[in-house]
């Protein structure tokens, strides 16, 4: 299978893929749980209000606006010639979905499954700043994310964009190769943690003066745990989905798909829970279900496109370096992450997205994936930075102290997630 | 000191673009040593911003 060539979608190709895409948004319940189960009791009502809330706002947000800067990849967008090349840089959509109905079932499923992704990917910075952001915050973060980054970010890659085309302009591989949203959903979920977290600030008592980190964890593993394997469920639908769609696979082609997925999450979750057994005596049920997210993230960008040895070992490897990520980024960098979702959004993709280009058997691969990288942490990374800086100065990102204090739920919806339970004092929180 | 980091990371991402238009497709290893000097150039605008928060926050932990 190769990108690149035209839809030529069957009518059994086009009722599998909308299938697929009805089951994907598990893969948002079990995000929505993962964020939920890893934040405090105090707050869980809060998340999945939230989640519920983003899922909302992204999909009006991007039906408004980010849609038309989207286009399809057989629409022309907005092209600019420089060095002899052209660099299709901007969708050219109808306005406000109008047509629909009457479009192509490509063009109809290519639009289904960027609503999902959006979903997905603005509820990545929401698990960051979990305990602390706002609802009104997160609402702000998912508008700005369907409105401008992801419709931009989504046209040079899945909409014939300039990084698409890196293969035909300046013949590197298959151009810019996601097809099932590494890049577009997770890393730019992750760099949206980041910035996030450096937004918002820690959570109260997280990082004591003078003292080592606290720890915080989760309230609910059993959440933590079954979000994961809603999530399998999800994801495969969206890897499949993906191949479809962008890499316009053979039927034959996607049970291999699906088994790379599940190979590269197995992988991830045995190597982490190798690493957390050895360094702290046990496994951690929280970091293994981060292992097993970020064995996922990375089959986004290769599953479709390498062996089931290579998705295995692109799995280990995700597996070993979630735990390390995640320790390195509270203890030595003093980022408060409670979702973890820096190390397996952000870092799980982008190794994903270079695992892609070391074993994807097209020439030039690797380099048009680096390219692509250079892209998100060099574009995407400040332009979320500078818009969230701007949001956080209109809604503040983060809720007062005393609402910190008393938590989410009671602060922001008057009742707590679970009436019955006592609550107590936090000791951290000085 | 954050926002310098921020702002050197597009220095890179434009490093990486060069490199596409300044190499002839032919020339694929100096292209690629161009793009990854790109990329080492956004790892350090990235270094520079984790630092900066780094010290940023020790000053003012509660």
């Given at each position: 299978?190769?990108?690149?060539?035209?839809?030529?979608?069957?009518?059994?190709?086009?009722?599998?893929?909308?299938?697929?895409?009805l089951?994907?948004?598990?893969?948002?319940?079990?995000?929505?749980?993962?964020?939920t189960?890893?934040?405090?009791?105090?707050?869980?009502?809060?998340?999945?209000?939230?989640?519920?809330?983003?899922?909302?706002?992204?999909?009006?947000?991007?039906?408004?606006v980010?849609?038309?800067?989207?286009?399809?990849?057989?629409?022309?967008?907005?092209?600019?010639?420089?060095?002899?090349?052209?660099?299709?840089?901007?969708?050219?959509g109808?306005?406000?979905?109008?047509g629909?109905?009457?479009?192509?079932?490509?063009?109809?499923?290519?639009?289904?499954?960027?609503?999902?992704?959006?979903?997905?990917?603005?509820?990545?910075?929401?698990?960051?700043?979990?305990?602390?952001?706002?609802?009104?915050?997160?609402?702000?973060?998912?508008?700005?994310?369907?409105?401008?980054?992801f419709?931009?970010?989504?046209?040079?890659?899945?909409?014939n964009?300039?990084?698409?085309?890196l293969?035909?302009?300046?013949?590197?591989?298959?151009?810019?190769?996601?097809?099932?949203?590494?890049?577009?959903?997770?890393?730019?979920?992750?760099?949206?943690?980041?910035?996030?977290?450096?937004?918002?600030?820690?959570?109260r008592?997280?990082?004591?003066?003078?003292?080592?980190?606290?720890?915080?964890?989760?309230?609910?593993a059993?959440?933590?745990l079954?979000?994961?394997?809603?999530?399998?469920?999800?994801?495969?639908?969206?890897?499949?989905?993906?191949?479809?769609l962008?890499?316009?696979?053979?039927?034959?082609?996607?049970?291999?798909?699906?088994?790379?997925?599940?190979?590269s999450?197995?992988?991830?979750?045995?190597?982490?829970?190798?690493?957390?057994?050895?360094?702290?005596?046990?496994?951690?049920?929280?970091?293994?279900?981060?292992?097993?997210?970020?064995?996922?993230?990375?089959?986004?960008?290769?599953?479709?496109?390498?062996?089931?040895?290579?998705?295995?070992?692109?799995?280990?490897?995700?597996?070993?370096?979630?735990?390390?990520?995640v320790?390195?980024?509270?203890?030595?960098?003093?980022?408060?992450?409670?979702?973890?979702?820096?190390?397996?959004?952000?870092?799980?993709?982008?190794?994903?997205?270079?695992?892609?280009?070391?074993?994807?058997?097209?020439?030039?691969?690797?380099?048009?994936?680096?390219?692509?990288i250079?892209?998100?942490?060099?574009?995407a990374?400040?332009?979320v930075?500078?818009?969230?800086?701007?949001?956080?100065r209109?809604?503040?990102?983060?809720?007062?102290?005393?609402?910190?204090?008393?938590?989410?739920?009671?602060?922001?919806?008057?009742?707590?997630?679970?009436?019955?339970?006592v609550?107590?004092?936090?000791?951290?929180?000085? | 000191?954050?926002?310098?980091?921020?702002?050197?990371?597009p220095?890179?991402?434009?490093?990486?673009?060069?490199?596409?238009?300044?190499?002839?497709?032919?020339?694929?290893g100096a292209?690629?040593?161009?793009v990854?000097?790109?990329?080492?150039?956004?790892?350090?605008?990235?270094?520079?911003?984790?630092r900066?928060?780094?010290?940023s926050?020790?000053?003012?932990?509660?």
């Amino acid at each position: 299978m190769t990108p690149g060539q035209p839809p030529l979608l069957t009518d059994a190709t086009t009722a599998l893929a909308l299938a697929l895409l009805l089951l994907a948004p598990l893969a948002i319940a079990g995000l929505a749980l993962i964020n939920t189960g890893l934040g405090r009791s105090r707050s869980a009502a809060q998340s999945l209000l939230g989640s519920l809330a983003i899922v909302a706002v992204t999909a009006i947000a991007f039906a408004l606006v980010g849609a038309t800067l989207v286009g399809t990849s057989a629409a022309a967008g907005h092209i600019f010639i420089l060095g002899g090349k052209p660099w299709n840089w901007l969708g050219m959509g109808p306005f406000f979905l109008l047509g629909l109905s009457a479009a192509p079932a490509q063009a109809q499923l290519e639009l289904l499954f960027e609503f999902l992704a959006v979903a997905l990917a603005a509820l990545i910075p929401w698990g960051s700043g979990a305990d602390r952001l706002r609802l009104a915050a997160g609402c702000a973060i998912g508008a700005v994310l369907a409105a401008i980054v992801f419709p931009l970010l989504v046209h040079w890659t899945w909409g014939n964009g300039w990084l698409a085309q890196l293969g035909v302009n300046f013949s590197l591989g298959s151009g810019f190769l996601d097809p099932a949203g590494a890049a577009t959903i997770h890393v730019l979920g992750g760099l949206s943690a980041l910035a996030v977290a450096w937004i918002a600030g820690p959570r109260r008592g997280k990082f004591p003066q003078g003292g080592f980190a606290t720890a915080m964890p989760g309230h609910n593993a059993v959440y933590i745990l079954f979000g994961c394997l809603l999530a399998l469920a999800g994801w495969l639908a969206l890897n499949i989905a993906g191949a479809v769609l962008w890499l316009h696979a053979p039927l034959a082609a996607l049970p291999a798909t699906a088994v790379n997925t599940l190979l590269s999450a197995s992988g991830a979750v045995i190597a982490t829970l190798a690493v957390t057994r050895y360094r702290f005596g046990k496994p951690d049920a929280s970091l293994c279900a981060n292992g097993w997210l970020t064995g996922l993230v990375a089959s986004s960008a290769c599953a479709a496109v390498v062996s089931p040895l290579a998705a295995l070992f692109i799995g280990i490897v995700a597996g070993v370096i979630t735990p390390l990520l995640v320790e390195v980024l509270e203890l030595a960098v003093s980022i408060d992450d409670p979702s973890g979702a820096i190390a397996v959004h952000g870092a799980g993709g982008l190794w994903g997205l270079i695992a892609a280009g070391v074993f994807a058997p097209w020439p030039g691969q690797f380099s048009a994936q680096l390219v692509g990288i250079a892209t998100l942490l060099g574009l995407a990374l400040p332009l979320v930075y500078l818009l969230f800086w701007l949001a956080n100065r209109v809604i503040p990102f983060r809720v007062d102290p005393d609402g910190e204090r008393i938590g989410m739920d009671l602060h922001e919806l008057g009742g707590g997630a679970y009436p019955e339970f006592v609550i107590h004092r936090d000791d951290t929180y000085r | 000191m954050k926002f310098a980091g921020l702002l050197v990371m597009p220095a890179g991402f434009f490093l990486s673009l060069a490199a596409l238009v300044l190499f002839p497709a032919s020339n694929t290893g100096a292209r690629t040593a161009f793009v990854l000097c790109g990329l080492a150039v956004e790892a350090l605008g990235l270094a520079v911003a984790v630092r900066g928060h780094m010290e940023s926050k020790g000053k003012d932990r509660p």
